[in-house]
């Protein structure tokens, strides 16, 4: 097991904030996951990576990293800051530097990396990401949109997170562009990062992860795989808009190996083995 939320509760304390955004979460991330967060807007998602990350403390409960309570005295948090990287919606928003090239660099430099070691991370992270290696001497703000997506990533991956936290990694890129991104996400997981992926898009979640979890009202509504949560009949409750397939697989009772169909393969095999 990586990481862990027990029984996290979380207010905000600025002015205005009377109820709390997390209502005693219980979250496990382990080697090789692709986990799904969904849920409606104001459910706590966000807060829930921010938590994951260390980057906000939980009022009551706990965050464990490989068993250890991270807030505890004496966690080595720079080694929780080296192993889980997380990309922030609209990450690009973020960049500084001059160069696609400082910016990529920044997080391996604060942690020590120096010479051609710091070289050598920036070209992979961006090898990762599919971005020519000449994108290193432009200037962040020249690049397109999805460019920018990639180069915010490389920023995250130079560190070789463990643990890559996505809050809405694809959220206002065009179809061609989300696809590649994805594509790339789904590569790593193979590759053995663990993966906790925020999305509105459902259709997008039956795609990419394998787990997911719903939060409503900061709690955990219903969490299993991608395929029992997003065929749930209680998806509407929870005001989530199942994927296209699954919409038509329930309208016409489609099922794959005697399961609810997730894609739009699996419906279609369905219909056609229906015709025989
Ligand atoms: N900085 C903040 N100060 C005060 N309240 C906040 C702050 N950030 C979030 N909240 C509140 O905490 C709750 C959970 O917010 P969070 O951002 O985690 O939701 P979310 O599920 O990520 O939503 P979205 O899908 O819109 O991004 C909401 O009620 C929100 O208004
Ligand atoms: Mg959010």
């Given at each position: 097991?990586?990481?862990?939320?027990?029984?996290?509760?979380?207010?905000?304390?600025?002015?205005?904030?009377?109820?709390?955004?997390?209502?005693?979460?219980?979250?496990?991330?382990?080697?090789?996951?692709?986990?799904?967060?969904?849920?409606?807007?104001?459910?706590?998602?966000?807060?829930?990576?921010?938590?994951?990350?260390?980057?906000?403390?939980?009022?009551?409960?706990?965050?464990?990293?490989?068993?250890?309570?991270?807030?505890?005295?004496?966690?080595?948090?720079?080694?929780?800051?080296?192993?889980?990287?997380?990309?922030?919606?609209?990450?690009?928003?973020?960049?500084?530097?001059?160069?696609?090239?400082e910016d990529v660099a920044y997080a391996p430099l604060n942690h020590g990396l120096r010479g051609r070691a710091l070289a050598q991370a920036v070209t992979r992270a961006l090898e990762m990401?599919?971005?020519?290696?000449?994108?290193?001497?432009?200037?962040?703000?020249?690049?397109?949109?999805?460019?920018?997506?990639?180069?915010?990533?490389?920023?995250?991956?130079?560190?070789?997170?463990?643990?890559?936290?996505?809050?809405?990694?694809?959220?206002?890129?065009?179809?061609?562009?989300?696809?590649?991104?994805?594509?790339?996400?789904?590569?790593?997981?193979?590759?053995?990062t663990a993966m906790v992926m925020v999305s509105h898009d459902l259709d997008e979640v039956a795609d990419i992860a394998r787990q997911a979890v719903v939060l409503k009202d900061g709690r955990?509504?219903?969490?299993?795989?991608?395929?029992?949560?997003l065929t749930s009949p209680d998806l509407e409750s929870w005001d989530l808009e199942p994927p296209e397939a699954v919409r038509l697989g329930k309208l016409l009772g489609l099922k794959s190996?005697?399961?609810?169909?997730?894609?739009?393969?699996?419906?279609?095999?369905?219909?056609?083995?229906?015709?025989?």
């Amino acid at each position: 097991m990586l990481l862990e939320l027990r029984g996290v509760y979380f207010k905000y304390a600025e002015l205005g904030a009377n109820k709390a955004a997390l209502n005693g979460i219980d979250l496990t991330v382990s080697e090789g996951d692709s986990i799904a967060l969904v849920g409606p807007s104001g459910s706590g998602k966000s807060t829930v990576l921010l938590h994951l990350d260390g980057l906000l403390r939980p009022a009551a409960g706990r965050v464990l990293y490989m068993g250890g309570d991270i807030h505890a005295k004496g966690f080595d948090l720079s080694r929780l800051r080296r192993d889980v990287g997380l990309l922030f919606q609209f990450a690009e928003t973020n960049f500084f530097g001059q160069t696609v090239y400082e910016d990529v660099a920044y997080a391996p430099l604060n942690h020590g990396l120096r010479g051609r070691a710091l070289a050598q991370a920036v070209t992979r992270a961006l090898e990762m990401v599919r971005l020519a290696p000449s994108v290193k001497d432009r200037s962040p703000f020249s690049l397109s949109g999805g460019e920018k997506r990639k180069v915010a990533l490389a920023g995250v991956l130079a560190m070789q997170p463990r643990v890559l936290l996505l809050d809405e990694p694809t959220s206002g890129l065009d179809p061609g562009t989300r696809a590649n991104l994805l594509s790339l996400l789904n590569d790593l997981n193979r590759q053995g990062t663990a993966m906790v992926m925020v999305s509105h898009d459902l259709d997008e979640v039956a795609d990419i992860a394998r787990q997911a979890v719903v939060l409503k009202d900061g709690r955990v509504a219903d969490k299993g795989s991608v395929r029992e949560v997003l065929t749930s009949p209680d998806l509407e409750s929870w005001d989530l808009e199942p994927p296209e397939a699954v919409r038509l697989g329930k309208l016409l009772g489609l099922k794959s190996k005697g399961m609810p169909v997730l894609s739009e393969a699996e419906a279609v095999s369905a219909i056609l083995a229906r015709g025989k």
